[in-house]
Every structure is written in C-alpha cells, then in structure tokens.
C-alpha cells in the first residue's frame, strides 16, 4: 500500500507570494492533518481535515488555510508569505480522525523556503 | 496550553547499551502516546504507540507509560549507530496531536 504522498517536495518562494501544497493520504484514509516544523518551535499542528470538514485548527494566523477534497486529498494554502514560514510541511493521515487508538502516518514533507 | 516536553540532547551512548528517552507531558486527559523517530532531513516514522499504563515491548523496543506521573518513555536495546536520530514523544487527549521537540540520540560505533 502506498504511503503519504506530498507535492512539491522543495520549494522557493519570495515574500508576500503565495503557495499551496498538496498531500495524498493513504489509501482508505479519509483523515488529513497538516504540520509545520521548525527547527525553533518543532513540529506544530496546522490543521486537520475528514470528509471535507476542518475539524481542527492550530494557533497559526489566517494566512494559513486548508481544504479536503471529496477523495480525501488535501491541500493547504499559505498566502503572503514571510520569511518565517520557511519551514518543512508534514501531512499526515489515519484512517478516521486521529484520536484514542489512532495512528498517524506522516508523508515525507515539502520543504519550503522563503526568500 | 497543553506541554510535551523532552530533553533535547544529545543522549550519547555506546553500541550495544541500553538508550532512554523520557518525556512528561501536562494534558491529564491525554489517551494517546506515540514515539516517532526522524532522522535528519527526513519525515517522522512512527516506532512505538502506548495507550495503558505498563510497558510495551516491539523488539528492541519498550515503550513505558506511567499516566498518574504523566510520564512516558522509550527503551532501545542493544543500541546500533543506524538508531541515531531524533525521537519525538507526542501526545493525544481530546486535541490534536502534540508534539515534544525531540531528543536527539547519537549511538557511538
């Protein structure tokens, strides 16, 4: 079975462009949560998705937004980007919406630098 | 503001002893624990998942929880230089996932 699948793995940007990133989940999966990680303040939870609902929003301003689609892909948006939001982008996906019992699997990141 | 907390290292031990990873976390109501293991430039891979008190062994590894000290930790056995790497502990209640920011482990050949 295939894992988590993210696009683009590497990225360049320059401030106040946007970006979106996408993410396959596992197949059978329909839960999607995003993270960012930093070297300075680690992994953070962005947000989290199932049957194309947020469920779950981290402490990240408004630049930062998601959506799910009807076949479980996700792909989350940042817009105006600063040079903080240089950073590795993990997806990660589970069955159902992560909670007691439930495991999630992290696809390999999309590495986004910020110029 | 829900904490993991983990102390980042490095942990240095030589091949073949026994490494321990510690992690407390504040959330009483966490249900979930997990250890993941990220090697540098890579993605987290999950190890080990604990959701009772005791101990939890998966080959070289034990995962141990203690929930009325809010404390949960990772054994390896028999440490090998391909396990150097940094550990993250993370924690689930009824919020997302939350993560420590890591150990980093060096196993010295």
């Known amino acids: 079975k295939a894992g988590v699948t993210q696009t683009p793995r590497y990225l360049i940007k320059t401030r106040g462009q946007q970006v979106t990133l996408s993410c396959s989940p596992i197949s059978g999966h329909r839960s999607v949560s995003w993270y960012q990680q930093t070297p300075g303040q680690g992994l953070q939870f962005l947000f989290e998705y199932f049957s194309e609902t947020q469920r779950n929003k981290g402490n990240f301003p408004g630049r930062f937004s998601g959506r799910q689609f009807s076949n479980s892909r996700s792909e989350m948006n940042v817009s105006t980007l600063e040079l903080g939001d240089s950073a590795l982008y993990l997806c990660a996906s589970s069955l159902v919406p992560a909670g007691a019992g439930e495991t999630q699997y992290f696809g390999p990141g999309t590495r986004l630098l910020v110029l | 503001q829900k904490e993991v907390e983990q102390n980042s290292g490095p942990l240095s031990v030589p091949e073949g002893a026994i490494a321990s990873l510690n992690c407390t976390y504040s959330?009483?109501?966490?249900?979930?624990f997990f250890w993941y293991r990220q090697y540098s430039g890579k993605s987290p891979e999950l190890i080990m998942s604990?959701?009772?008190?005791g101990d939890k062994e998966d080959g070289r590894f034990t995962a141990q929880l203690n929930k009325a000290s809010q404390y949960v930790s990772l054994l390896i056995r028999d440490s090998q230089p391909s396990d150097s790497a940094t550990y993250l502990c993370?924690?689930?209640?009824?919020?997302?996932?939350?993560f420590g920011k890591g150990t980093r482990l060096s196993v010295i050949a």
């Open positions: 959330d009483r109501v966490s249900q979930s």
């Open positions: 993370a924690v689930r209640g009824n919020t997302p996932l939350v």
């Open positions: 604990i959701y009772s008190n």
